[in-house]
């Protein structure tokens, strides 16, 4: 444990066995560690931490001035163990990037100083609780701490290893049979007797490795309440220590870790206050615990495999024990009462057993974190979790390089080509399963499922293209997939699905009112075995594409039924179709869209395609753009609901970072006040929306109508108002292109008009419940 909060009981004379030259270290110090020894006359004096089974750690003073030293210890050690300098790489690299670790200043490799390798960081003033229960604070307060200690935890496995410049810190993906396999290593190395039950633990374990062993965040290793020092007043994390567990790997081995004394039996004498966690007096339960690493991690509570990970923890427990007592043994341990470690290992690792034996309320399929209103299947569960770690690991790292793409690339010939990364994504998307899970026949998703897969998707503008789930295409496959022909499909829904061919739609134009669609004016005019189209449309989006080879086009058939809404089609045309005139990009607020292929005006001027390229039949456009929208609109809604998790994520950091007339943004009262606004409009377009899914997957689009209408109108006009707020509270930043905000409030307020206007909505609304109304009365009557 590195740096400890206070000088009694903490520390002590230095254990003999761990004796090393004051004066030499005094005097490296004195030349490489920067202000160092600033008050002359005072000599350094050095005391050790009585706590620690592993690395020495000691105290330093020299004047005023406080460090710690942590070094390996004397003697023959187990291979790959102590290994301080990865102590001193990883907290450099989470210090840079604000994360509460003690700041490491200067790592020394010549063991001719002190005898072994060691490090010096910046010693930490503040708290730390030795007993798991914490009697010397109220309730209120414990559980405050235990609360801050979780999100801190969630904190560290939402950072990036990339960003952290950590790459090769661990072994690549198979972290836990690396680890069943290293601690199994570690205690057969150090076993002085043989406890069957460590045998049959490390067997099950590796029987049951979870299939998807490729998570690769960073770990701690050894999280616990007694390795955070807190702010001697607040219950608020100032560092976490003892990172020489640390590695890349699967992020629940760590929570598992900090659990296991939810579970932790009561033959073993040694910690005998974890009894008491479970009998509540301010420390959250178990299960609360989750739900707050979760709700942070933006994940589901549904935890996969998580009896592997507990087991697996007290197997690693046990392994750490028997070395602890190996140690003792060859007498290279600084703790008086190692000898006692031989006494748990077994019960350790029988405790592992049960726990692999039980079936735990988190292996069940849970309700989703918007108030259980709506279920997720249990294969949506494990896809969302999948592209949320998608999203983290690869998708957000590259956000900054597509956006300088476009930036430098704005004014080229090729702008609308798309950044090679994006490509390389798509590649990493379909090799993972991560790849058209808009179309539940492919995917097997609910509209529940994949509801919340676009809202996580919504967070990043390119993120949809990744998955093979973005505008217009989506909609465009839709359509084919429900009412294309067989030849259709072969020709132009599979290259879609495979990503190797994009589409436009082009419905909107601008001679006449299009938010009334009966207007559309386009031709369609058969003529012997082919289908003539004359018209102007614009907004058709996705045609700068160069990857854009056909066009769904709404138009015209003047069918003599005398139903206005059984008068209109919709045609294949190929882009490359003579008479197709692709006239010019239409910009958005200034916003020319790249990346989405831009939004276009389209001319057809005598443009003749086979009568085979007709979808489902003449006087079927209406029909077909129901069933294209009804879905469409719940993703493009769920998307925006994902953009304004994002926009009030920006506004809360903005709040919390800069200070005005002396008080911290957030502490006006009219900044929080929208803070505390976009948090409930999110929930209730989350929900209004989750239900219009719900919905579809019960009763279908068509008996949908009124939720689908209703969140078309509220989601687009909730974001617009939370990130209109979230510009403010970002001053003059937020217009410029340091932030997505400006881009995002022109995809939200071009919502309002896209898919219909909010006007056409509310009318629909109203008389859907007017005749809702009408026939309860009736009813009651």
Not at 387 to 394: D, W
Not at 548 to 572: D, E, F, Y
Not at 612 to 624: D, P, Q, R, T, V
Not at 678 to 688: D, G, V
Request: proline share 5%; aromatic share 8%.
């Amino acid at each position: 444990m590195e740096a400890r909060a206070t000088l009694e009981p903490d520390v002590v004379e230095v254990l003999p066995q761990h004796r090393f030259d004051r004066a030499s270290l005094e005097t490296y110090l004195h030349r490489h560690l920067p202000g160092f020894g600033a008050e002359p006359g005072t000599s350094l004096t050095v005391a050790q931490y009585r706590s620690g089974q592993s690395n020495p750690t000691f105290y330093l003073q020299k004047g005023l001035q406080a460090y710690v030293l942590r070094k390996k210890p004397p003697g023959t050690l187990l291979p790959k163990a102590h290994q301080i300098d990865r102590e001193f790489r990883v907290q450099k690299a989470l210090s840079s990037a604000g994360f509460p670790v003690p700041k490491p200043l200067l790592y020394c490799s010549d063991t001719s100083v002190i005898g072994t390798e060691f490090y010096v960081m910046e010693h930490v003033q503040g708290r730390i609780f030795r007993d798991l229960t914490v009697p010397e604070v109220s309730p209120v307060e414990r559980s405050a701490l235990y609360v801050a200690m979780i999100e801190t935890l969630a904190r560290l496995h939402s950072l990036d290893v990339r960003s952290l410049q950590l790459e090769g810190y661990g072994a690549g993906p198979g972290y836990c049979r690396r680890q069943v396999s290293t601690w199994t290593k570690q205690y057969e190395s150090t076993a002085h007797q043989d406890i069957p039950a460590m045998r049959q633990l490390s067997e099950w374990l590796m029987r049951n490795v979870p299939e998807d062993d490729h998570e690769q965040m960073l770990i701690h290793g050894d999280f616990r309440l007694d390795n955070i020092i807190f702010h001697p007043t607040e219950s608020r994390v100032l560092a976490v220590l003892d990172w020489e567990l640390s590695t890349v790997g699967h992020p629940l081995s760590d929570l598992a870790h900090l659990s296991l004394f939810y579970f932790w039996p009561r033959t073993v004498p040694m910690i005998n206050q974890a009894f008491h966690i479970q009998e509540g007096r301010g420390i959250p339960t178990l299960e609360e615990l989750i739900s707050v690493y979760c709700r942070c991690k933006g994940i589901s509570s549904f935890l996969p495999n998580w009896n592997f990970f507990l087991a697996l923890s007290y197997f690693k427990f046990a392994a750490i024990a028997q070395g602890v007592y190996s140690r003792y043994l060859l007498g290279n341990n600084s703790a008086a009462d190692s000898f006692k470690f031989a006494s748990i290992v077994g019960p350790l690792a029988e405790t592992g057993l049960h726990l692999s034996r039980r079936t735990f309320s988190t292996e069940a399929p849970q309700m989703d974190a918007t108030g259980q209103l709506f279920s997720q299947t249990r294969k949506g569960q494990e896809v969302l979790r999948r592209v949320k770690q998608f999203m983290k690991e690869h998708i957000f790292p590259m956000e900054t390089e597509v956006i300088k793409f476009y930036v430098e690339n704005e004014n080229v010939m090729d702008k609308w080509e798309k950044p090679p990364v994006i490509e390389k994504l798509k590649e990493m998307a379909k090799a993972e399963g991560l790849w058209n899970l808009f179309l539940p026949a492919v995917s097997g998703l609910s509209q529940v499922d994949y509801a919340l897969i676009a809202e996580e998707t919504g967070k990043c503008f390119f993120a949809p293209d990744v998955f093979n789930c973005q505008a217009p295409d989506t909609g465009n496959m839709e359509v084919l997939h429900l009412y294309g022909s067989e030849e259709q499909k072969r020709q132009w829904l599979e290259p879609l699905l495979q990503g190797t061919m994009a589409s436009c739609f082009c419905m909107t134009e601008p001679d006449v009112a299009s938010s009334d669609a009966t207007n559309i004016e386009c031709s369609i005019e058969a003529d012997g075995d082919s289908y003539v189209i004359n018209g102007r449309k614009w907004w058709s989006s996705g045609a700068g594409n160069p990857r854009c080879k056909i066009a769904i086009v709404l138009g015209r058939t003047r069918s003599a039924s005398g139903s206005r809404h059984r008068q209109h089609s919709m045609i294949l045309v190929p882009m490359d179709t003579p008479g197709v005139r692709v006239i010019r990009p239409l910009a958005i607020f200034g916003y020319m869209d790249n990346f989405h292929g831009g939004h276009f005006e389209i001319h057809f001027n005598q443009v003749r395609v086979p009568a085979s390229n007709l979808i489902l039949g003449e006087g079927k456009g209406f029909e077909i753009s129901q069933g294209r929208l009804g879905p469409g609109r719940i993703h493009h809604c769920m998307r925006t609901v994902g953009l304004a998790e994002r926009a009030l994520q920006i506004m809360c950091q903005r709040a919390a970072q800069r200070v005005a007339f002396r008080k911290k943004l957030y502490e006006h009262e009219a900044v929080a006040h929208w803070i505390a606004e976009s948090r409930i409009a999110i929930e209730e377009i989350r929900l209004l929306t989750l239900k219009a899914a719900h919905c579809v997957d019960t009763v279908g689009s068509a008996k949908a109508r009124k939720e689908i209408a209703m969140i078309k109108v509220a989601a687009p006009r909730a974001a617009c108002r939370i990130v209109d707020q979230a510009i403010q509270v970002c001053g003059a930043a937020g217009v410029s292109q340091d932030f997505p905000l400006a881009n995002m409030y022109a995809i939200t307020r071009t919502l309002r008009l896209a898919d219909g206007p909010d006007e056409v909505h509310l009318s629909a609304i109203a008389k859907m419940e007017l005749r809702d109304q009408a026939r309860g009365l009736a009813a009651r009557m």
